[in-house]
């Protein structure tokens, strides 16, 4: 039923893909017949090329059997993308978004798969790659995106070329490359509401004939969307610097190379103060009581502010609408990203038909978040989170691209990996934690000291973890003739983990179970939630085969088809999360509450276990006319031991959950209708669900953040308005069907909170001399769209309103570009 289903989805959309060519009539097929017979050069082929590396060479991307969608600096700037988070607009089967920290808690999504949770160990299911060099954690990726070159998306397992780690696929990076024979420079500054204001520049110096110099940086600011209703902080700011050098050389005719170094410092006060109640849910009547009088008492330590007018009485400074932006954390944390990084990329051309490539590169990243707000919210109820990350990664890949006459094209490689984590964690109570649960759970009977001593940390873990990983591969391409290949690849992964946790809050457990149980008794009773588990040591080593195969057929130079099959893997790891063997101490023996412990021995639970795809694709391309590209993928993606980390608002939770499945459609048509005016339409369509095997979520249901169908339609209108001038107008819209904002066990409010169907438009209007300077004029969701990005259960407080992560407002602007 399905596969019929997609088949006529496919057909449908094919034909819906050419409404520019119906509208051609005549003048369609004179164009057609002028290009077969090449007699009028001016309706020679308009469309431009585009050349991608998906399969770690440059090729066309008419040669590709790869589902890759592909942005050069111009199409990024078409599309109004100036991060990694823009991308959610671009393209339809790609979504992300950083919640509470960017290192632990990014999560990038393709075709509904991806991995966040909060936990430095979960890394994701999309490879980040920046220059052929990965990037552990998508939240490096984030600070460091300017003077771009280009991006690719890559849609489906790409474990033989890219390894591990990429069972949904991979968002390759590419920084713009020094320029051997030209002098370039060029400044850009924009300003816009909530406080944006960004200057980026960057000067190319041509030294010699065999050496080129590139220099870029980037400083943004921004006051941020959320500000606090009561004193009017702003909540959410940012401030972003960031430098990038680039050193390219030549010395013969065989031998080339970049050296290229970067480093960025992002500070915010974090995204604690990012996050508000969804809605009035209701299900114990605390939302209207206790919470909400404890919000409301200043001299408590509650920040005045309610997210909507208590019942039956009490006053409330701020706006119900979750959509005012108005957060009201009764504290700021400060949060500080460095990250600097050194890649060393080589090219040796052995003979015509053979290139050997070094790629080397070493990043450091530390993010230090202190003070966080922990129960995101107006009550003195959490008190201080502070993380400390401390990433060290270095890689060496050789690879080897090669071809024998016509027939057989290759690529091979052997790519080595390491990693060092450090990462402390601490939290404490506030002053009205203790009051409110001694309500709660005793009418008051209970000192509130006792439950919840304002500056103890109840949390006070080290982790350490250390990674090595190897991977052998190769692929190979055979053309059987001009129109017949088959293309096959096979790499060897191994994944090493060893890992330790500390609990620094006491020196054994007999201590440690003292100051719970004196301190923090009220952690003690929730079944030892949230409180750091004694220490531990673990390992993991996982060994595997990913492959693929593909069958392409090429009717003529503008057409291919093709069929691929593609097993993918995602290492296992270890739960770097406090209370991961269990949090609450016992004397004398194991104490088990509810399925959780705080055990001698290391647990299986603080590791979990690889994951695996199986991953079918069929894949059509055509260009059109000389002016069409148009592209429809049908895929099927197999998960087995799902890797998932939840939220059940007192612990994050690592599984391996069972299995899931994503299918469906994707169709992209580009078309050049003359020279003033061009359109993209961009579509997927898909069921990403549960298996009924899953544990600890909804069995069956649609996977968090995985719409069903997104769809992305752009315009590009030039028109000059003098011999030396040109206005310019594009636009983008993108749309999302409704939507599950969060992961959930089935029994809570989050498992069912939905996101309604929305649609974002964006817009930029200028005029420009090519070449010399620019000005525009911009929005991104220029009619203020209402919806959320996120949800999760707040901390200990009443589950009845999930917390949300609104999307941006309406925000616009003007930018200013200089080219010298």
């Known amino acids: ?27 369609a097929s004179d164009s057609v017949s002028s290009i077969e017979n090449n007699t009028d050069t001016n309706s020679a082929r308009r469309l431009p090329s585009v050349v991608v590396e998906a399969q770690r060479r440059e090729q066309d991307i008419l040669d590709v059997p790869i ?3 592909a942005f050069d600096e111009e199409a990024l700037e078409v599309a109004g993308v100036v991060d990694i988070l823009d991308l959610n607009l671009a393209s339809p089967s790609f979504f992300a978004n950083t919640l509470s920290d960017p290192i632990g808690n990014s999560p990038v999504r393709i075709r509904g798969i991806g991995t966040g949770g909060g936990n430095p160990g979960f890394e994701g299911a999309v490879g980040m790659y920046v ?19 280009g991006v690719e998306v890559l849609r489906g397992p790409q474990g033989t070329l890219f390894g591990k780690n ?15 024979d030209e002098f370039q420079a060029k400044l850009q500054a924009t300003a816009g509401n909530y406080g944006k204001r960004s200057v980026e520049g960057m000067i190319n110096i041509p030294m010699g004939e065999k050496f080129a110099f590139r220099l870029a940086g980037l400083n943004d600011e921004t006051d941020g969307f959320f500000s606090n209703p009561v004193d009017g902080r702003d909540t959410a700011w940012s401030k972003n610097k960031a430098i990038r050098a680039s050193l390219a050389f030549e010395p013969t005719d065989r031998i080339s190379g970049r050296l290229t170094y970067d480093w960025s410092k992002w500070d915010s006060p974090g995204n604690f103060g990012s996050s508000t109640r969804i809605d009035n849910t209701d299900t114990n009547g605390l939302n209207n009581t206790i919470w909400a009088q404890s919000a409301l008492d200043q001299s408590a330590g509650g920040a ?17 609408d979750p959509f005012s932006y108005n957060i009201a954390t009764n504290h700021d944390s400060d949060a500080v990203l460095d990250q600097e990084g050194l890649t060393l990329n080589l090219n040796f051309d052995i003979s015509d038909n053979l290139q050997l490539r070094s790629i080397t590169g070493y990043r450091e990243i530390n993010n230090d978040n202190q003070g966080g707000d922990w129960d995101f919210g107006p009550l003195d109820f959490g008190g201080s989170l502070s993380l400390y990350f401390d990433f060290e990664t270095f890689s060496q890949e050789f690879l080897l691209n090669g071809s024998v006459g016509n027939k057989f094209d290759y690529v091979a490689g052997i790519n080595y990996f390491t990693e060092e984590i450090a990462y402390t964690r601490k939290a404490s109570v506030g002053s009205q934690f203790g009051p409110v649960y001694s309500q709660l759970l005793t009418g008051g009977t209970i000192p509130g000291d006792v439950l919840g001593s304002v500056g103890v940390d109840f949390q006070n873990s080290a982790f350490t973890q250390n990674e090595t990983s190897w991977g052998l591969f190769g692929q190979g391409t055979y053309h059987f003739n001009d129109q017949w290949s088959v293309i096959a690849g096979l790499r060897w992964n191994s994944v090493e983990k060893d890992g330790s ?42 060994e595997e085969l990913t492959y693929d195969l593909t069958l392409q057929y090429r009717p003529d130079d503008d057409m291919q088809l093709y069929a691929k099959f593609a097993h993918g893997f995602k290492a296992g790891g270890i739960n770097l999360q406090n209370d991961a063997a269990g949090g609450q101490p016992a004397i004398g023996g194991t104490n088990i509450i509810n399925g959780r412990s705080y055990l001698d021995d290391t647990p299986e639970i603080v590791t979990f276990a690889p994951e695996f795809v199986d991953a079918y694709e069929l894949g059509f391309r055509w260009e059109y006319l000389g002016a069409g590209r148009l592209g429809v993928t049908l ?39 003359n020279d003033n005016l061009s359109a993209n339409m961009s579509l997927t369509w898909m069921d990403a669900s549960y298996g009924d095997d899953v544990v600890n979520l909804p069995a069956g249901r649609q996977r968090g953040l995985s719409p069903d169908l997104s769809l992305v339609f752009g315009g590009q209108y030039q028109r000059p308005i003098t011999e030396a001038i040109d206005f310019y107008a594009n636009a983008n819209y993108s749309y999302y069907s409704d939507m599950f904002l969060g992961e959930g066990d089935g029994s809570n409010a989050l498992s069912f909170q939905k996101q309604d169907a929305y649609g974002v438009f964006g817009a930029q209007i200028g005029v420009r001399v090519t070449g010399d300077w620019d000005a525009q004029i911009f929005c991104k969701n220029c009619f203020g769209e209402e919806y959320f990005t996120y949800a999760f259960n707040q901390p200990f407080v009443s589950g009845g309103s999930p917390m949300g992560n609104p999307g941006d407002p309406q925000t616009y602007g003007v930018r200013l570009k200089k080219e010298f």
Not at 304 to 320: E, I, L, R
């Open 1 to 27: 039923m399905k596969v019929r289903l997609l088949t006529c989805t496919a057909l449908v959309f094919s034909g819906l893909a050419f409404p520019a060519i119906a509208q051609e009539s005549s003048d």
């Open 67 to 69: 589902a890759v969608t």
């Open 131 to 149: 220059d052929d060099v990965y990037r552990s954690r998508s939240g490096a990726a984030l600070t460091t995106f300017f003077d771009m070159g």
């Open 166 to 180: 990429t069972t949904a696929g991979a968002i390759v990076q590419r920084t713009a490359a020094p320029v051997f």
């Open 304 to 320: 005045g502010y309610w997210y909507w007018t208590p019942d039956p009485t009490g006053t409330n400074p701020g706006a119900a």
């Open 501 to 542: 946790h500390k609990n620094n809050a006491a020196i054994d457990r007999e201590d440690y179970y003292d100051l719970i149980t004196s301190s923090a008794f009220a952690f003690y009773a929730l079944n030892g939630s949230g409180l750091s588990s004694p220490d531990f040591t673990a390992s993991t080593e996982d």
């Open 635 to 673: 895929f099927r993606s197999e998960f087995e031991d799902l890797q998932v980390s939840t939220f059940n608002g007192q612990v994050f939770e690592v599984i391996n959950a069972g299995t899931s499945s994503t299918e469906g459609i994707e169709v992209e048509n580009y078309y050049i209708f």
